[in-house]
C-alpha cells in the first residue's frame, strides 16, 4: 500500500475496466487497477492458457480489435508508470479511508504458488467494473456432471481449447445462447438444438431500439446463418425441463411453455446430449457497490442494477461504475460507459477538459442501452418456471437444500422474503454466497431477487483480516 492514492482505483479488467484504466491514463491520471483475473479481458476476452499455444486466440471472440488496441495501450502505461496492474487481485471490501479523503481497497492476492496473501489499495475515487455472473433457474437433473453455464461452456473452450461434450443441447434464455451454440458448433461439437425459454418477438414490441441498432441486427443474423451453416435447430418457447443420466448427462426433457414459463402438460420429448450448456442471462455482480451503499434499480428483466447518473457516477460520492454493474449490456456498451466515467473522474479531480469525442460515446451508450433494455425485457424469466421443479429439486447447490424445504419455510415456517428462507433453510449460505442459487430462492419465496448487503464480496481467510492495519480513530 503506498503512501500517496492513486488518483483512480478501477475494480476490474474486462471491457469497460480497461477502457476506463487507459483514457484515464490518457487524461493525466494515475490508476490502479486490480482484477481477479491472471491476464486483462475479464470473461468476455477470456485468453486460451499459455501453454496450449494457440495461433489465433481472436479467432474465439467477437470485437478482438476493440480489446487489443486497449491491451497494447495498459501495457505502454503500465510501463510509464501511469498504471499499476494488479492481477490475481480480488477486492473483498471498499472502505473510506482513514488517512485521506478517498477510499482504501482490501483485496486477497493470489500469488504464483496458489497461495494468498492479503493486500490494500490506497486511491482518490474509485470505478466499480465488476462485470456480472449467469442466472441459473434449478430443474430435475442440473447437479448431474456434464451440465454446465452457457457462460462456463464458451470459458471452456475461449481459455481451455477444450468441448464440454461431443453433443451438447444449449438452452436457457437470452441472445448468448446463439454465440455459445455458434462457438460450440464451429469448434467441432454437435449441437442438437438450441433450446430458448423466450422468443424473439418480443423485440417486435421495441423497434426504435431495433432500427437504431442495425449494428446488432446484423450480429445476429450472422449467428444464425452459422447455426443454420451447422444445421442447429432451434426451439423457441422451450425449456430443458430435467436432465437424465446415470453419473453423467445422458439426455434432456425438453417441454414447450406457456407465456408464463410453465411447462405445457404432454409436450416433453427427450434429446440424447453428453452435455448441457444452460443459463437464463447475466446478473450485474454489485456485492462491493451494495456493501458501500449504492443505490441500485430494477431492470427490465427483474434483477438489481446500480442506479448511475449520466457521468457514470454512483449514488456514493467519489464511486463510479460502468459496464455490466450498470444493466446487462454486452461488451460494446460497457467500453463506452467505461471511457465516460474515466472523462468524468478527470474532470471532477483536475477540471480536465472533457474528450471531443464525448458527444459520441454518449450518443452511442443511449443507443445501445435502449437495445439492452429492449434485450431484458424480451427474455425476462415467467413466473412459471418454477413448476419444472420437484419437492426434490437441489436449489442451493452449495447447502443441498431441495425445493421442497424452501416450499416449507414459505407455506410452513411464514418465510416471506430470501432473507427468512435463507436463516430458515441455509439456503445461500454456501461457498458462492446465492450467487448460484439466489434468483431462485428468492421467486420460491416469493419476492424480488438481490438487494442484499453483505460487507465482504468473497470469502476472506481470518489470518487476511487479522494482518489488517489498525483502524485510525
Not at 491491451?71 to 508508470?81: D, Q, V, Y
Request: net charge positive; charged share 20%.
Amino acid at each position: 500500500m503506498p503512501n500517496s492514492p492513486s488518483d483512480l482505483a478501477v475494480v476490474g479488467a474486462g471491457p469497460a475496466g480497461l477502457a476506463a484504466a487507459v483514457a484515464a491514463a490518457d487524461l493525466g491520471l494515475t490508476v490502479t487497477v486490480l482484477d481477479a483475473g491472471e491476464r486483462p479481458g475479464g470473461q468476455f476476452y477470456r485468453h486460451p492458457a499459455p501453454g496450449l499455444g494457440a495461433a489465433r486466440p481472436e479467432a474465439l471472440h467477437h470485437g478482438w480489435r476493440a480489446f487489443a488496441t486497449r491491451a497494447a495501450r495498459l501495457a505502454a502505461h503500465r510501463e510509464a508508470g501511469r498504471i499499476g496492474h494488479l492481477a490475481a487481485h480480488h477486492v473483498w471490501t471498499v472502505v473510506p479511508d482513514p488517512q485521506a479523503d478517498g477510499w482504501l481497497l482490501h483485496a486477497v492476492e493470489t500469488r504464483p504458488d496458489r497461495t494468498e496473501a492479503p493486500a490494500s489499495v490506497r486511491a482518490r475515487t474509485v470505478l466499480l467494473a465488476t462485470g456480472a455472473y449467469e442466472r441459473q433457474l434449478p430443474f430435475p437433473g442440473w447437479t448431474l456432471p456434464g451440465v454446465v453455464g452457457a457462460g462456463g461452456a464458451q470459458a471452456m473452450l475461449k481459455s481451455g481449447l477444450v468441448l464440454p461434450g461431443r453433443r451438447v443441447v444449449v438452452a436457457g434464455s437470452g441472445p448468448l445462447l446463439l454465440a455459445v451454440a455458434g462457438s460450440l458448433a464451429a469448434a467441432g461439437a454437435a449441437v442438437p438444438a438450441v433450446v430458448e425459454a423466450s422468443g424473439y418477438l418480443g423485440y417486435a414490441r421495441e423497434l426504435p431500439a431495433l432500427v437504431r441498432n442495425p449494428g446488432k441486427l446484423v450480429e445476429g443474423a450472422q449467428y444464425g446463418g452459422g447455426l443454420l451453416r451447422h444445421r442447429v435447430r432451434p426451439l423457441l418457447r422451450h425449456a430443458v425441463t430435467a436432465a437424465h443420466g446415470s453419473g453423467r448427462v445422458e439426455a434432456v426433457t425438453v417441454s414447450r411453455l406457456d407465456r408464463d414459463w410453465r411447462p405445457v402438460p404432454g409436450s416433453g420429448r427427450r434429446i440424447a446430449c453428453d452435455a448441457l450448456a444452460v443459463g437464463h442471462g447475466l446478473v450485474p455482480q454489485l456485492e462491493l457497490a451494495t456493501g458501500l451503499g449504492c443505490a441500485t434499480r430494477r431492470t427490465a428483466d427483474g434483477t438489481l442494477a446500480l442506479a448511475l447518473d449520466p457521468a457514470q457516477r454512483t449514488s456514493v460520492p467519489g464511486v463510479w461504475s460502468a459496464g455490466e454493474t450498470g444493466g446487462i449490456g454486452g461488451a460494446q456498451l460497457a467500453l463506452a460507459e467505461g471511457e465516460l466515467a474515466a472523462a468524468s473522474i478527470a474532470y471532477e479531480l483536475y477540471g480536465t477538459p472533457r474528450p471531443r469525442r464525448g458527444a459520441v460515446l454518449v450518443r452511442r451508450r443511449a443507443r445501445l442501452r435502449a437495445f439492452a433494455d429492449a434485450m431484458a425485457a424480451a427474455h425476462r424469466p415467467g413466473p412459471g418456471w418454477t413448476g419444472w421443479l420437484d419437492d426434490d429439486t437441489t436449489v442451493c447447490r452449495c447447502e443441498e437444500v431441495p425445493a421442497g424445504r424452501i416450499r416449507t419455510a414459505v407455506t410452513d415456517l411464514g418465510a416471506r422474503d430470501a432473507r427468512s428462507v435463507k436463516l430458515l433453510t441455509r439456503a445461500g449460505m454456501g461457498w458462492c454466497q446465492g450467487r448460484v442459487c439466489g434468483a431462485a430462492v428468492a421467486c420460491l419465496s416469493g419476492a424480488e431477487p438481490g438487494g442484499e448487503r453483505r460487507p465482504l464480496s468473497c470469502p476472506v481467510e481470518l489470518g487476511h483480516l487479522a494482518q489488517l492495519p489498525p483502524a485510525e480513530d
